[in-house]
């Protein structure tokens, strides 16, 4: 399916076999002729990261460093203890680790990309201004909310012992507004015209720095077809993933950790998250990744690998290094695979 996402996508791109896939120029296709290599230049740590002791779980009493400033691929066969020292030692020694995952943002049906960027705020404020009313008007939290469906556009309907059903609020027609706030313009086009726009629509509309800033980071990780008024609730995991990176675009000297981040993603979902990862890195982070991806290994700048199989029988590091040395490691399942699958 394809080509890109959202309204871009939907279309059948390539059926058939495998053969006919890998030569159908498709992006699946593309990516299945490109061989994995190793990455050449590792980056130099600027410190490290002290555990020491694990003991966790299954962890055998392990004391590692982990690089800072550069990306660590933490890896192993399943349960042999990754997720333990990683995400729940690891934040023991440095509480300031931020976690990214594909888990929903907040629950809540009426959180959208403009919510939770904080520009829904601007984008209010700049309707008010333009036209001498109260912002409290573009909200569809408050004031501005249509009666009938209080702002959400949709009406549920519970059944008992059956799915709720959703409709399509019969009194805004699903524009969550009041005609009074509707009525009013910004450069000609109505609040709910605005949530409608997609992230690439809304970076040639506004050009207000405070707004273009934020739709610009999204715009960096992969978020332009997204309207600005979907409801988080209904994103990808891949798209929550991506959305919560792009608040940490212009951060630095922080520790993220993501735990197997390629689930769900397609290739080159994969490419362009290594890209947003190296962002990180290059601004100063540290970022520690878990995963069994091997297009994710193989761009390790430094590699720490667990095993050697799951429960009691793991827990011990089986290598802790270059990407380059852990091929020749013989004791390390992964680097089996890793010298099978990679240049
Ligand atoms: N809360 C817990 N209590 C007891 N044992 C646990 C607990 N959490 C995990 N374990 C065990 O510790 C071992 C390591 O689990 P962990 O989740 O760290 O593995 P992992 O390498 O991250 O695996 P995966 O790749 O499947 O996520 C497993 O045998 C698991 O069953």
Same mark, same amino acid.
């Given at each position: 399916m394809g080509p890109r996402a959202g309204?871009?996508?939907?279309?059948?791109?390539?059926?058939?076999?495998?053969?006919?896939?890998?030569?159908?120029?498709?992006?699946t296709g593309k990516y299945l002729c490109t061989q994995t290599q190793l990455k050449k230049n590792v980056r130099n740590s600027n410190g490290w990261l002290s555990l020491k002791d694990a003991n966790l779980h299954n962890l055998k009493n392990i004391s590692i460093?982990?690089?800072?400033?550069?990306?660590?691929?933490?890896?192993?066969?399943?349960?042999?203890?990754?997720?333990?020292?990683?995400?729940?030692?690891?934040?023991?020694?440095?509480?300031?680790?931020?976690?990214?995952?594909?888990?929903?943002?907040?629950?809540?049906?009426?959180?959208n990309i403009a919510t939770f960027t904080g520009m829904f705020d601007i984008i209010r404020r700049l309707f008010s201004k333009a036209n001498n009313v109260k912002p409290a008007l573009f909200s569809f939290n408050s004031q501005g909310a249509c009666p009938n469906c209080k702002g959400?556009?949709?009406?549920?309907?519970?059944?008992?012992?059956?799915?709720?059903?959703?409709?399509?609020?019969?009194?805004?027609? *699903?524009? +969550?507004?009041?005609? @009074?706030? !509707?009525?009013?313009? =910004?450069?000609?086009? $109505?609040? &709910?015209e605005v949530l409608n726009m997609t992230v690439d629509e809304a970076l040639d509309f506004f050009h207000e720095k405070e707004i273009s800033t934020v739709l610009k980071r999204l715009a960096d990780v992969g978020i332009t077809y997204i309207t600005l008024g979907q409801p988080l609730n209904t994103l990808s995991g891949g798209e929550l993933q991506r959305i919560k990176l792009a608040d940490e675009l212009e951060s630095n000297g922080n520790i993220y950790v993501l735990d197997e981040p390629t689930t769900g993603l397609h290739m080159s979902d994969i490419s362009q998250l290594l890209k947003i990862l190296d962002r990180l890195v290059e601004q100063g982070s540290t970022v520690i990744v878990i995963e069994h991806n091997l297009d994710v290994i193989s761009q390790a700048d430094w590699i720490i690998d667990l095993g050697p199989f799951a429960g009691q029988? *793991?827990? +011990?590091?089986?290598? @802790?290094? !270059?990407?380059?040395? =852990?091929?020749?490691? $013989?004791? &390390?399942?992964?680097?089996?695979?890793?010298?099978?699958?990679?240049k």
């Open positions: 309204r871009n996508g939907g279309k059948i791109m390539y059926q058939g076999d495998f053969n006919g896939l890998v030569h159908s120029g498709t992006t460093s982990i690089p800072k400033g550069v990306m660590t691929v933490v890896t192993g066969v399943a349960g042999s203890g990754k997720s333990t020292l990683i995400n729940h030692v690891l934040p023991k020694f440095y509480p300031e680790t931020i976690f990214i995952d594909q888990k929903p943002i907040r629950a809540s049906k009426r959180s959400l556009g949709v009406t549920y309907t519970d059944l008992a012992f059956m799915d709720t059903v959703v409709n399509v609020c019969e009194v805004c027609q *699903g524009n +969550r507004f009041i005609d @009074e706030a !509707l009525s009013y313009k =910004l450069h000609g086009k $109505n609040i &709910s029988n *793991g827990g +011990r590091i089986m290598f @802790e290094g !270059l990407p380059k040395d =852990l091929i020749n490691c $013989n004791s &390390s399942i992964t680097a089996q695979y890793l010298k099978k699958y990679i």
